[in-house]
T-cell receptor
Framework: EPEVTQTPSHQVTQMGQEVILRCVPISNHLYFYWYRQILGQKVEFLVSFYNNEISEKSEIFDDQFSVERPDGSNFTLKIRSTKLEDSAMYFCASSETGGYQPQHFGDGTRLSIL | KQEVTQIPAALSVPEGENLVLNCSFT??????LQWFRQDPGKGLTSLLLIQSSQREQTSGRLNASLDKSSGRSTLYIAASQPGDSATYLCAVATQGGSEKLVFGKGTKLTVNP
């Protein structure tokens, strides 16, 4: 069964450094999402992406964050200058048609900021 | 703003028992509701999706119901097994946005052999 893949599985970065999290969504899917889960807390929405542009972003997704679909297969989340509070599990998800189809999640990238 | 609540936060049952997990949401204008399973340190596995026009969905030993007007969903697990031990998350896709999911905090289920 097709799946969403995320790399790396664990990223350790010094505070203030830039980090790029990578995702390969399911190939025929059109809607892409990033979520994050701080340890012990709810999974929170960050951003949705459709037709090569952001369709919605949360208040968490400030100017330090950006997303890109650089080619037909990858979907990336960049954090420009990481803070300690960015430490979390970051999940990528994709969906075939948006609201009427399930979102499929990757295994996540655990980001640790030192 | 959509809020999702799951009760109980944790549940421990003996193997073989049938059990019900509860989820409630504040805004009934939803596209769908999805139940996920999360194992420790792992991603989210989609279990069932119920469209807003549906009342229930079944997959194997799992049955999920939806009462949109009252803002409630239940996940019924029949004949529980130790391999069912995990955290179960409920999430709703609210209309009027990008179909983003709003999650509950989850119910941590332990099935004891």
């Amino acid at each position: 069964e097709p799946e969403v893949t995320q790399t790396p599985s664990h990223q350790v970065t010094q505070m203030g450094q830039e980090v790029i999290l990578r995702c390969v969504p399911i190939s025929n899917h059109l809607y892409f999402y990033w979520y994050r889960q701080i340890l012990g807390q709810k999974v929170e929405f960050l951003v949705s992406f459709y037709n090569n542009e952001i369709s919605e972003k949360s208040e968490i997704f400030d100017d330090q964050f950006s997303v890109e679909r650089p080619d037909g297969s990858n979907f990336t989340l960049k954090i420009r200058s990481t803070k300690l509070e960015d430490s979390a599990m970051y999940f990528c998800a994709s969906s075939e048609t948006g609201g009427y189809q399930p979102q499929h999640f990757g295994d996540g990238t655990r980001l640790s900021i030192l | 703003k959509q809020e999702v609540t799951q009760i109980p936060a944790a549940l421990s049952v003996p193997e073989g028992e049938n059990l019900v997990l509860n989820c409630s949401f504040t805004d009934s204008a939803i596209y769908n509701l999805q139940w996920f399973r999360q194992d420790p340190g792992k991603g989210l596995t989609s279990l069932l999706l119920i469209q807003s026009s549906q009342r229930e969905q079944t997959s194997g030993r799992l049955n999920a119901s939806l009462d949109k007007s009252s803002g409630r969903s239940t996940l019924y697990i029949a004949a529980s097994q130790p391999g069912d031990s995990a955290t179960y998350l409920c999430a709703v896709a609210t209309q009027g946005g990008s179909e983003k999911l709003v999650f509950g905090k989850g119910t941590k289920l332990t099935v004891n052999p």
